[in-house]
């Protein structure tokens, strides 16, 4: 086997051990400032190689001449079933929209369980069916695995890591340096869905509403951009935990360039933002795990956009705002009525608020 | 300092009266609405809610004199616009 | 959403800011404290501060319950959450308020059994649900919220609940808006009053802000119409040479208040004879605790709190910050020793924070660069 040299964007200079925190917190695992700083403080730093790009979804190695995508996730959800999917379809499909965000054709996925000792058969079945059903929709081989069993107490019923393996395609090349102002930024769709699902899910806050999450495969959609706007295509993300918000100012920092977003444009179901106004939450913090953003060249972003809305479910697509020289690294929102506002990452969880 | 946020009552939780279900966007919550018990409240009154609590009646009327105010305000302007256009001897057309 | 998305109208919210930069004069310079930290986030959430004159300052006032909570107050709420056999309840808001020890966040990853609540009445349901478990209300608000823990504290005793209480921090807005007019280097020429305090307290009690100081005083709803209306009116005060309590929020605000929720807290509450606001000292009668009556019920009476008293470093400038004499980036600390994700300072606690809603908003646009792209 023959590696590849790295992607130059992805393999900066090893930077060296700064993260300072005393503890490991779940805010270090909710995505944002503090999910950073412990990858970049911590992780990246000691092991990092040539080839370790912490923050892509993907690896991309060259074998024999094919390119292909490797990614690795897991996944830890409380309940393990909510409306709209589980932990079994998002595992699954999160691993799919890594290598889909990559421009990778999703192919196959390792798949290892963490099961707590004392779960039902029938849930872990139920699990089961669940995967194969998004395996078979997604279009990707369950090729291998592992299973181990863990003492009563241990793991909130079921973890599951998965590893992916996708073909890279050759049509583009992502990258965030690659990002020019004038760009367009796209989303496929209404945000927040799964955030809020999984919050009402858990019950804490005793409130109701008609939602379910959003999880799916982006790849169709991916795919459709690649066969008309691959050569304007610049970056992908699909916003998870930390939201659009998160995703964007990571762009906005390794690219060194701002993002304008059209405040008005951003679809968001009114039961989402009625859950956010009552909590005091910015939808733009909130877990998706059925969208992407797509940064596309002026001159392709109508096609990009078309493509992606001729796919079903695509039809919400929308140009939510684009990159400009300045404000250099800041995620800007703007008002039609002129006033605008900085989206910062979001720091730790998305907590509540009463004030 | 207190996020407030107003929602439509819906129905009554069935033997605690305190206790209504209010709608805000599509997101429905039991709200205690005890401290609006000087006057009768019922379904399709709308209601501050805050930590779970129903805080004061919103005003229909009171939102509709705002509205008026808020529209005047641009009248006004305009009105005002059109008169310094004449003292400047422009065709205010 | 009815009641809302009116009151975000685009084409109205350009007539409401042009009207107030007609009404500015711009010979003159304008002070005006919006006193509610629930306003400071509405500011800066729809960019209002852009769309007014240079001359029409806004000064963040001190209406943001976490940020004005001495650090002592943690810690003690904190030690008992440390204590077996104890579930330490809270709002969202408090989770991330740095004690000296960490936060409820950080005491949680080490173990403390901590949760967050929408409401009081679910850290009584929770009481209900776990016989076995002591749970500690961290109660924290100003008028607003106050009498949503009366109410939970009536329902306990009617319950006999034995395994709740509430460890009171609850302020009142009143005094610290003396203080600050009291205040010899305050320069406010008027304020933007809170609407949802006022939705229990009513107008009447600004009075003395208006006959006794003669500085305007408009109750405000938190849309951004509502708030540039509201500085119009004052505005509007200002060149009429009057100063007046006025009601722009009367589609939520009773002139004489809530008058039920009035009735619980004097049944349940009385004021403390004086209280610590961090950024402006101890202020008397400013702040509430249990009755004799609710002993059972107040943490602090149940248990043996520690009373710890922290003083903030004397280089963080939060109280000149409150009272309008210094703009945040102008205090020695703000974004270098203080910021957002390690504060040091009151203003820097919460999002409402005057510090750390310019900190988000302001200052990194200005350190980005100018504004147009």
């Known amino acids: 086997m023959k590696i590849a040299e790295a992607p130059v964007d992805n393999a900066p200079a090893l930077p060296r051990v700064r993260f300072r925190d005393a503890r490991i917190e779940m805010s270090h695992g909710a995505g944002g400032k503090a999910s950073r700083r412990l990858i970049e403080g911590l992780i990246a730093p000691l092991l990092g190689g040539p080839l370790l790009a912490p923050l892509a979804d993907a690896a991309f190695l060259e074998v024999d001449g094919a390119r292909l995508a490797l990614t690795a996730d897991s996944f830890v959800v409380r309940p393990l079933r909510f409306p709209g999917g589980s932990i079994g379809e998002l595992a699954v499909n999160g691993t799919v929209n890594d290598l889909a965000v990559s421009a990778a054709q999703p192919l196959a996925l390792l798949l290892t369980f963490v099961i707590e000792e004392g779960i039902a058969t029938e849930t872990l079945e139920a699990e089961l069916r669940a995967i194969a059903e998004a395996a078979r929709r997604a279009g990707v081989e369950i090729v291998g695995g592992d299973t181990k069993v863990v003492e009563h107490g241990k793991a909130d019923g079921l ?197 | 300092m207190c996020l407030a946020i107003p929602g439509k009552v819906i129905d009554f939780v069935a033997e605690t009266p305190q206790l209504a279900v209010v709608e805000v966007s599509g997101v429905k919550r039991q709200v205690n609405v005890d401290l609006l018990r000087d006057e009768p409240l019922g379904p399709g009154d709308w209601v501050l809610i805050h930590v779970g609590f129903a805080m004061s009646r919103i005003s229909a009327a009171a939102a509709e004199e705002q509205m008026r105010m808020l529209s005047m305000m641009g009248e006004d302007l305009q009105a005002m616009e059109e008169i310094e256009g004449y003292q400047f001897g422009q065709d205010p057309s | 959403m009815k009641y809302v998305d009116e009151f975000r109208d685009p084409r109205l919210i350009r007539q409401a800011a042009d009207e107030v930069r007609r009404l500015a004069r711009p010979d003159r310079h304008y002070r005006i404290m919006e006193v509610c930290g629930g306003h400071t986030h509405a500011i800066y959430r729809f960019g209002l501060e852009g769309l007014l004159p240079g001359n029409v300052e806004l000064i963040h006032g001190p209406g943001c319950p976490v940020c004005v909570l001495p650090m002592g107050r943690t810690d003690d709420g904190l030690a008992l959450a440390e204590l077996p056999g104890v579930v330490f309840t809270a709002f969202g808001d408090v989770m991330r308020v740095p004690g000296t020890k960490g936060s409820p966040l950080e005491h949680k990853a080490r173990g403390a059994e901590i949760r967050m609540v929408y409401s009081p009445l679910d850290a009584l349901k929770l009481a209900q649900g776990h016989p076995g478990k002591h749970v500690v209300f961290f109660a924290i608000g100003f008028e607003t919220t106050a009498p949503s823990t009366a109410l939970t504290l009536l329902k306990a005793r009617q319950l006999g609940l034995g395994n709740f209480s509430v460890f009171c921090n609850h302020v009142t807005i009143i005094p610290a808006i003396r203080a600050i007019l009291d205040s010899p280097d305050m320069r406010l020429d008027a304020f933007v009053g809170p609407g949802h305090v006022s939705t229990v307290i009513g107008c009447r009690p600004y009075e003395f802000i208006a006959q006794d100081y003669g500085k305007p005083i408009v109750v405000s709803g938190f849309e951004p119409l509502d708030v540039l209306q509201s500085l119009v009116m004052i505005l509007r005060q200002l060149a009429d040479g009057r100063s007046e309590v006025e009601n722009q929020y009367a589609r939520v605000v009773p002139w004489e208040g809530n008058l039920p929720a009035l009735r619980a807290l ?68 703000f974004g270098t020793e203080c910021t957002p ?22 200052h990194r646009m200005a350190a980005a660069g100018s504004l147009e792209g």
């Open chain 1, 159 to 355: 973890y599951v890591t998965t590893a992916g393996l996708g073909r890279a395609d050759l049509r583009a090349r992502l990258s965030p340096r690659s990002v020019r102002p004038g760009d367009q930024v796209l989303l496929s769709g209404p945000i927040g869905d799964h955030g809020i699902t999984i919050l009402l899910a858990r019950g804490e806050i005793d409130l109701e509403a008609d939602l379910r999450s959003d999880t799916r495969s982006v790849y169709p959609f991916v795919e459709a951009i690649l066969g008309v706007a691959a050569s304007g295509l610049r970056w992908m993300r699909d916003p998870t935990r930390g939201g659009v918000a998160t995703a964007l100012n990571e762009l906005a920092r390794d690219s060194g360039l701002g993002i304008v977003l059209h405040e008005e444009e951003i679809p968001v179901r009114e039961a989402v933002r009625g859950a956010c106004e009552l909590l005091g939450l910015d939808p733009l913090h909130i877990a998706n795990e059925g969208q992407f953003l797509a940064v596309v060249a002026p001159e392709l972003a109508e096609a990009a956009l078309a493509a992606v809305r001729a796919v079903p479910g695509g039809g919400e697509a929308v140009i939510i705002g684009e990159v400009r020289e300045q404000p250099a690294r800041t995620v800007l929102a703007a008002a039609s009525y002129g006033g605008t506002r900085v989206v910062d990452m979001l720091v730790g969880d998305p907590l509540p608020r009463i004030c």
């Open chain 3, 341 to 362: 994700e390690r504060p040091v300072g009151a203003l820097m606690v919460s999002s409402e924070g005057a510090c750390a809603a310019y900190y988000h908003y302001v």
């Open chain 3, 266 to 333: 004097e049944e349940v509450f009385e004021l403390r004879p004086y209280f610590e606001w961090r950024g402006l000292g101890f202020i008397s009668q400013s702040a509430l605790k249990l009755r004799d009556e609710f002993a059972e019920w107040d943490s602090e009476r149940r248990f043996d709190v520690p009373g710890i008293r922290v003083t903030d470093p004397k280089a963080a400038q939060c109280g000149e910050v409150l009272k309008g004499v210094l703009k945040p980036p102008q205090c020695k600390l």
